[in-house]
């Protein structure tokens, strides 16, 4: 029976983190949704709304189809937190852009996930080092 190269062990440790690390958050953003009424989904798309934007830029966002997004969307356009404008330069397309009541939601939505989250125990210095070896671990080849 052979042993693990210590590489190919450390690699196999660090995606099982990476892993529990990104559950943990799912778990925390589904958690904080429920508490303003949203699923995790509407939640996030709610916290990508930092301005107007199109749907396809939206899903480009948060990674869903646009499709998917346009069903989140329904539901929040539905509870009055965002609506559908023209685009000023394409006629052929709509900007996103929260309502009122949408901008309050969002400002209490992020307060919501920065509390207790999992990355809150790194100091910002560490966030931005994590940040950076994340980026250059996902750049294409």
């Given at each position: 029976?052979t042993?693990?190269?210590?590489q190919?062990?450390?690699?196999r440790e660090?995606?099982?983190?990476v892993d529990d690390?990104?559950?943990?958050?799912?778990?925390h953003e589904?958690?904080?949704?429920?508490?303003v009424g949203?699923?995790?989904p509407q939640?996030?798309?709610?916290r990508?709304l930092?301005?107007?934007?199109?749907?396809?830029?939206?899903?480009?966002?948060t990674?869903?189809?646009?499709?998917n997004?346009?069903?989140?969307?329904d539901?929040?356009?539905?509870q009055?937190?965002v609506?559908?404008?023209?685009h000023?330069?394409?006629?052929r397309a709509?900007?996103?852009?929260?309502?009122?009541?949408?901008?309050?939601l969002?400002?209490?939505?992020?307060?919501?996930?920065k509390?207790d989250?999992?990355?809150a125990?790194?100091?910002?210095?560490e966030q931005r080092m994590?940040?950076?070896?994340l980026?250059r671990?996902?750049?294409r080849?």
């Amino acid at each position: 029976m052979t042993t693990p190269e210590p590489q190919a062990a450390s690699e196999r440790e660090l995606c099982a983190l990476v892993d529990d690390l990104s559950r943990q958050i799912g778990d925390h953003e589904r958690e904080r949704a429920v508490l303003v009424g949203l699923t995790r989904p509407q939640a996030n798309a709610l916290r990508e709304l930092t301005g107007p934007l199109t749907m396809r830029e939206l899903a480009d966002r948060t990674g869903c189809e646009p499709s998917n997004t346009t069903f989140v969307i329904d539901r929040l356009e539905g509870q009055g937190l965002v609506e559908r404008r023209p685009h000023p330069t394409d006629r052929r397309a709509k900007q996103l852009v929260l309502t009122p009541a949408g901008v309050e939601l969002r400002a209490r939505l992020v307060e919501l996930f920065k509390q207790d989250s999992p990355l809150a125990q790194l100091t910002g210095e560490e966030q931005r080092m994590l940040r950076g070896l994340l980026e250059r671990a996902l750049r294409r080849r």
